[in-house]
C-alpha cells in the first residue's frame, strides 16, 4: 500500500526547461525525504524536510515543504540529461519507519 | 566502510523452492530495512530493525516471508515456496537514528534481483 501519492508518474522533457514533482499525503508527515534513483542502483538521498514550509535547495533543485507539512514539492531548473532518474518521496516517522511513493520517473533528452 | 552490502546479485530459481537473501549494512546503523521493488515503482516496505529488534512487518507481506537480524549486524531474507509473483528486486538499506527517533537518511544496497520461473 502507498501512502504517498506522488504526480506526474511520467515526465519527458528537453533539455533546459524546468519542472516540478510533487509529492502527497492525506496526513500530517514527520518528516519527508527526497531521494534519486537510477537505473540499476538503490536510492540515493537529496534532502530531508522537517518544519513545515521549510524550502531547501541544492544547486539547481529546489525543495518546498508545506505548511501543514502533508505535502511536498521538487523543481528543477534548466534540468539535464544527467538529472534523469526516478524520483521518490519517503515518508519518514519517529518510529524510524520509511514509506515511499510510487515515484516519478523523469526522462532529460539532450 | 564500504556501504551496504548485498547477495546474491542475482538468483534464479525455481516456483517453489527456497531463497535466502543477505545484507551486510555499515557497521555503525542500527537501522536496517528490507523493501521490494518492481520495475518503474518506488520501493515496497516489508520490515525493519533497530538492532535485533524486528519492529515492523508490512501485513502485506505473507507468512513465506521472514527476515532476521540475529546479532544486530547483517540480516537475512528468506522466502519460502517462491511463486512467479515474488521476481523483484529486493533491497536492503541501513541508516543511524536521526534527532528525535526520527529517520535518519537511508543508505541502500546495489539490490539482490530474483527471478521465479
Known amino acids: 500500500t502507498q501512502l504517498l501519492e506522488q504526480s506526474p508518474q511520467f515526465l519527458s522533457i528537453q533539455e533546459g526547461e524546468n519542472l516540478t514533482v510533487y509529492c502527497n499525503s492525506s496526513s500530517v508527515f514527520s518528516s519527508l525525504q527526497w531521494y534519486r534513483q537510477e537505473p540499476g542502483e538503490g536510492p540515493v538521498l537529496l534532502v530531508t524536510?522537517?518544519?513545515?514550509?521549510e524550502v531547501k535547495k541544492l544547486k539547481r533543485l529546489t525543495f518546498q515543504f508545506g505548511d501543514a507539512r502533508k505535502d511536498s514539492s521538487l523543481h528543477i531548473t534548466a534540468a539535464q540529461p544527467g538529472d534523469t532518474g526516478l524520483y521518490l518521496c519517503g515518508r519518514g516517522s519517529t518510529l524510524g519507519r520509511l514509506y515511499f511513493g510510487r515515484g516519478t520517473q523523469l526522462t532529460v533528452w539532450p | 566502510d564500504t556501504g551496504v552490502s548485498q547477495n546474491p546479485r542475482h538468483k534464479i530459481t525455481k516456483r517453489g523452492q527456497n531463497v535466502t537473501f543477505r545484507c551486510d549494512p555499515i557497521s555503525e546503523h542500527n537501522r536496517l530495512y528490507w523493501y521490494r521493488q518492481t520495475l518503474g515503482q518506488g520501493p515496497e516496505f516489508l520490515t525493519y530493525?533497530?538492532?535485533?529488534?524486528?519492529?515492523?512487518k508490512s501485513r502485506l507481506l505473507s507468512d513465506r516471508f521472514s527476515a532476521e537480524r540475529p546479532k544486530g549486524s547483517f540480516s537475512t531474507l528468506e522466502i519460502q515456496r517462491t511463486e512467479q509473483g515474488d521476481s523483484a528486486m529486493y533491497l536492503c538499506a541501513s541508516s543511524a537514528t536521526a534527532q528525535g527517533g526520527n529517520t535518519g537518511e537511508l543508505f541502500f544496497g546495489e539490490g539482490s534481483r530474483l527471478t521465479v520461473l
Open positions: 524536510v522537517v518544519t513545515g514550509g
Open positions: 530493525f533497530q538492532n535485533e529488534a524486528q519492529l515492523e
